[in-house]
């Protein structure tokens, strides 16, 4: 069956507020600090989880939706989530093998009691899921040949499309507007949205440089062409996703102590920090407003 759904009924909080932070760390280089509280848009479907899911979401109808992550995946307890709220059949397919059979972590966990099947599957296996083979394959393993089909990370064009309107949200607010970035439609919708003279900036949280590539490409996807002015800094990710350090860590609670702000620590902590490191190299001319996207918060 096809045809759209209606998401209004989730009640998103949109535009998400726009929060100004007092910080001498930055002030006394001249940087102006607002937070874009994208983690307060719904209490379940967190921040770009929000913008990026509910555009596919809406084309659904009465189909399944199968969608691709980590055993840590935010992505896959968004979707889960969204599929209790929607009563929409999810199925997630989960990367590593030998994980089946085992008792599920707290994510996952969740992800099942949200009504989400879980198909483990090996690595090798995983890394080929975008190929035309594999990925009938696995629709048939799960009895979903006529799914709606969501990247890992809610990257598509449709994504890339629904997250333009972060962008347009923040308008005239800032100068430069930053996240953090896993698979770069985020990135890619942002940087489409804002107004001409305003520019992105991209924080990795994953180690190896491929992101400017796939940018280029969702832009092209979404767009039929490169759209806005961004870049990527990679020097922060710590090396690696869900990898950190005693400083990222050591800023992240000395922030929560200072502003009373919970912070995520795969994602916001690492672009955080990589901002005030960048003002402090005098990355952002005296004057400057910048934006700090929060796309999540810690999950219970």
Known sequence: MTGTRDLTALRPRLPSPLQEIRDGRFERHGVRLLLKRDDLIHPELIGNKWRKLAPNLATAADRTVVTFGGAYSNHLRATAAA??????????????????????????????????????????????????????????????????VVPEGGSNAEAVRGCRALGEELGGHADVAALACGTGGTLAGLAAGLPRGRRALGIPVLKGGFLTDDVRRLQIQAFGGL??????????????????????DSFAEDFERRHGLPVERLYVAKMLHALLALTQEGGFPHGTTLAAVVTGRPFP
């Open 83 to 148: 599929g209790r709220l929607l009563n929409l059949s999810t199925v997630g397919v989960v990367r590593g093998q030998e994980l089946a059979g085992l008792p599920l972590n707290p994510s996952l966990a969740r992800c099942a009691a949200d009504g989400m099947r879980l198909h483990f599957v090996d690595r090798s296996t995983y890394r080929r899921k975008a190929e035309a083979e594999t990925l009938g394959a696995l629709l048939r393993a799960v009895d979903a040949e006529d799914a709606v």
């Open 227 to 248: 759209r806005g002015t961004w870049s990527l800094d990679d020097r922060f990710h710590c090396g690696g996703y869900a990898r950190t350090t005693p400083e990222v």
